[in-house]
């Protein structure tokens, strides 16, 4: 199994700053996915194929990364970012998620 | 448009069988693939198992031995089953479809409670 860890775990980020998450793998992806959760909701896709935005995810989002290290970026957080991030392999199953990054406004 | 509704039962009793339906709308279970994701209350998603578009599944190992995914073409529907279970499979058990690049749409999820 293709463990995923995430981090941080949590952060706070004010409006206009940069936020930068990290995804690591245990062994090497072709691919990292990532998924928005707000509270009581379901999971929403967010990246995919490492640096794809998902149908209206606006543009300062972006992923990058290969093999076992990935990131996920936000140029400019914005009230609406604040959320939980999960990274995503489907390279092997089981097919796994991070644990998760809460990303709270500041 | 597409819809994928969980139902099933908010409380089992530990050792008891979890079963779950998701109902869908929008698509055909034989054109998409479906899996199951569950998540405990403040934790994080585990893939569960799938159904292929053709019939097949494939299963998280570590459930495997409890599990089962099955469907009904003709209802548009996909069950899942999982035996023995305890207090640490409750959580939020949803059905997602697959897209071509990831899992598109989810249902709303049914939060499923394991205690006597």
């Known amino acids: 199994e293709i463990v995923l860890t995430q981090s941080p775990t949590t952060m706070a980020a004010s409006p206009g700053e940069k936020v930068t998450i990290t995804c690591r793998a245990s062994s090497s992806v072709s691919y990292m996915y990532w998924y928005q959760q707000k509270s009581g909701a379901s999971p929403k896709p967010w990246i995919y194929e490492t640096s794809k935005l998902a149908s209206g995810v606006p543009d300062r989002f972006s992923g990058s990364g290969s093999g076992t290290s990935y990131s996920f970026t936000i140029s400019s957080m914005e009230t609406e970012d604040a959320a939980t991030y999960y990274c995503?392999?489907?390279?092997?199953?089981?097919?796994?998620f991070g644990g998760g990054t809460k990303l709270e406004l500041k | 448009q597409v819809r994928l509704k969980e139902s099933g039962p908010r409380l089992v009793q530990p050792s008891q069988t979890l079963s779950v339906t998701c109902t869908v709308s929008?698509?055909?279970?034989?054109?998409?693939?479906v899996s199951w994701v569950r998540q405990p209350p403040g934790k994080g998603l585990e893939w569960v198992g799938a159904i292929w578009k053709g019939g097949s599944t494939d299963y998280n190992s570590a459930l495997k031995s409890r599990l089962s995914i099955s469907r009904d073409t003709s209802k548009n529907q996909v069950f899942l089953k999982m035996n023995s279970l305890q207090t640490d499979d409750t959580g939020t058990y949803y059905c997602a479809k697959h897209g071509p690049h990831y899992f598109d749409y989810w249902g709303q999820g049914v939060m499923v409670t394991v205690s006597s």
């Open positions: 995503h392999q489907w390279s092997s199953t089981p097919w796994t």
């Open positions: 929008g698509f055909s279970v034989t054109s998409y693939h």
